[in-house]
């Protein structure tokens, strides 16, 4: 049970980065006065993926983990291979659509994305320094 919380804290944590990073982003989009309706769609769209991404991967990285205690780790590591390939395989079909449709900026799709590595830096930064 404890595992669950923590997975549900630190996608708690992501999620509130993404939306602050998402309304910086779209200030300097506003700035460069290129911001339009297209930009906050694709900005909300990387959002949803990248933390829908990041939750599924813990929960999936928390059931391998409890397989390979039960001493089942071939199959841990099949669920985890399978989880990353279909993760991968729906972000890519989707931010595709959303570019292909003309409704999202793609650009504005992926920045999302990248930050997301960044912003789980600093949430473990802060955790660390307040154990210690």
Same mark, same amino acid.
């Given at each position: 049970m404890d595992s669950r919380k923590t997975v549900l804290h630190q996608t708690g944590g992501l999620l509130v980065g993404e939306l602050i990073c998402l309304a910086v982003m779209c200030g300097v989009f506003a700035l460069v006065g290129a911001w339009d309706r297209r930009v906050l769609l694709g900005g909300l769209l990387g959002v949803i993926l990248a933390v829908g991404n990041f939750f599924l $991967? @813990?929960?999936? #990285?928390? @059931?391998? #983990?409890? &397989? #390979?205690?039960?001493?089942? *780790?071939? +199959? +841990? @590591?099949?669920? $985890? &291979? %399978? /989880?990353?390939?279909? &993760?991968?395989?729906? $972000?890519? *079909? !989707? !931010?595709?659509? =959303?570019?292909? /449709? =003309?409704?999202?900026?793609?650009? @504005? /799709?992926?920045?999302?994305?990248?930050? $997301? &590595?960044?912003?789980? %830096?600093?949430?473990?930064?802060?955790?660390?320094? +307040?154990?210690?």
């Open positions: $991967m @813990a929960v999936n #990285a928390d @059931a391998a #983990a409890d &397989r #390979a205690v039960n001493q089942d *780790v071939k +199959g +841990g @590591a099949a669920l $985890m &291979r %399978t /989880s990353y390939i279909l &993760r991968l395989a729906v $972000m890519f *079909v !989707l !931010l595709f659509a =959303g570019a292909k /449709s =003309g409704l999202c900026n793609p650009i @504005a /799709s992926i920045i999302p994305l990248i930050l $997301m &590595r960044w912003i789980l %830096t600093i949430i473990e930064f802060f955790n660390k320094k +307040g154990d210690a």
